[in-house]
């Protein structure tokens, strides 16, 4: 009888250890699927500015910038991409979608500048804003940033964005 016991105590630890390295299995074949799905794509820089130079560098960088720019450009470096990663910028005035980009990666790394601005070229209202950049669905940043008021404004306008 005392052997028949060690016995189903020894199967019991054999199966508790293929359960283990199963499971272990699992978990790590999962996170490897996430970062397939996700890919690597890595944000290695990201501006908010006014412009960019010939060389393609932020100009005027920062989070607030005076009424009565006519542009705003998200300027970002990327590493560690995948060819035909898709990346989506989404743009919002006042908690509202205002504009959407969707491109296809074709480089592993580089650099890459999106532009919002009014379709009549007139300045972007006063307000805050925000844009948001998502790789094949995921978060991957998101930056807050506002068009300031002159001091001399006495009253505001409404404006509306084209889609």
């Known amino acids: 009888m005392a052997g028949s016991s060690a016995r189903k105590q020894s199967v019991a630890l054999v199966m508790l250890g293929v359960a283990t390295v199963v499971l272990m299995f699992f978990i790590s074949w999962s996170f490897r699927a ?7 794509f890595r944000l290695e820089d990201l501006q908010i500015c006014e412009e960019l130079d010939e060389d393609m560098k932020p100009l ?3 989070k607030s910038v005076q009424e009565g720019i006519k542009q705003v450009c998200l300027w970002f470096s990327y590493s560690s991409a995948r060819e035909g990663d898709s990346l989506e910028i989404n743009w919002s005035f006042e ?6 980009d969707v491109f296809r990666i074709d480089n592993a790394g580089g650099m890459r500048a999106f532009y919002l601005l009014m379709e009549d070229g007139s300045p972007l209202p ?3 804003y925000s844009v948001e950049l998502y790789c094949n669905g995921r978060s991957r940043a998101a930056e807050v940033f506002l ?3 002159s001091s001399d404004d006495v009253g505001s306008e409404q404006y509306e964005f084209m889609d």
Not at 34 to 40: F, Q, V
Not at 95 to 100: E, G, L
Request: glycine share 14%.
């Open 147 to 149: 068009i300031n008021p």
């Open 126 to 128: 006063v307000g805050s």
């Open 34 to 40: 996430d970062n397939m799905i996700a890919g690597s």
């Open 60 to 62: 005027n960088a920062g």
């Open 95 to 100: 908690d509202k979608p205002i504009q959407k």
